[in-house]
């Protein structure tokens, strides 16, 4: 049971290119997130998902596209990458089936520098 | 707008001490959980302990505890019997539904042998 795994762990990024970052679980969650932290900061959502076909914005999604297409994989996507995208980016799940709230399982992080 | 609030950008206690790290969050919701995370230099994010707003009951996973009080909105975490390997990012967390987690900017935990 590998639980939350991200690809790649690091990556550096010329401005104006494009990547995707990749998230997989394997524990059959419904529902999963990406975040971003920021030097010296704490974690901001940037999108999430409920299911498989579903995804919503979160607090900083722009500049980023996500899809669902099937219940382990949850890939984010950067456009035109800017110097602000600068970030870790933190994959996370939870089942959300049962009581809301609950504990949110977490990737390693990528850590992504755009120049 | 939910914000979690740590007011100490870093911390220090020495090896086999007690240590509490502060948090305060701002919420106009009635059920929500708290949560605490370590982030050691490996960048993962691991679970320490929660907290559900709706018991009065402080949360405690062996050396872990929490001091919860919810009129004053504030959840610290005390660490007891520090140890080298407790050294990492601390951060307090705010959820009140699956879909949005509020984070405070951490503190910065040295444990010095």
């Known amino acids: 049971n590998a639980g939350v795994t991200q690809t790649p762990k690091f990556r550096i990024l010329k401005i104006g290119q494009s990547m995707t970052l990749q998230c997989t679980q394997d524990?059959?969650?419904?529902?999963m997130y990406w975040y971003r932290q920021d030097p010296g900061m704490g974690l901001k959502l940037i999108y999430y998902?409920?299911?498989?076909?579903?995804?919503d914005k979160g607090e900083v999604p722009n500049g980023y596209n996500v899809s669902r297409s099937t219940t382990e994989d949850f890939p984010l996507r950067l456009e035109l990458a800017a110097p602000s995208q600068t970030s870790v980016y933190f994959c996370?799940?939870?089942?959300?089936?049962?009581?809301?709230?609950?504990?949110?399982?977490f990737g390693p992080g990528t850590r992504l520098l755009v120049l | 707008a939910q914000t979690v609030t740590q007011s100490q950008p870093e911390m220090s206690v020495q090896e086999a001490e007690t240590v509490t790290l502060s948090c305060t969050y701002d919420?106009?919701?009635?059920?929500?959980?708290l949560f605490w995370y370590k982030q050691p230099p490996s960048r993962q994010m691991i679970l320490v302990i929660r907290?559900?707003?709706?018991?009065?009951q402080n949360a405690t996973e062996n050396r872990f505890s929490v001091n919860f009080q919810k009129a004053a909105k504030s959840f610290s975490l005390k660490i007891s019997d520090s140890q080298l390997g407790d050294a990492a990012m601390y951060f307090c967390?705010?959820?009140?539904?699956?879909?949005?987690?509020?984070f405070g900017a951490g503190t910065r935990l040295t444990v010095k042998p």
């Open positions: 907290q559900e707003a709706y018991k009065q």
């Open positions: 996370a799940s939870n089942s959300g089936t049962s009581a809301p709230r609950e504990t949110q399982y």
């Open positions: 967390a705010f959820g009140y539904n699956n879909n949005d987690m509020r």
């Open positions: 919420t106009s919701e009635s059920d929500y959980y």
């Open positions: 524990m059959n969650h419904n529902y």
């Open positions: 998902s409920v299911g498989a076909g579903i995804t």
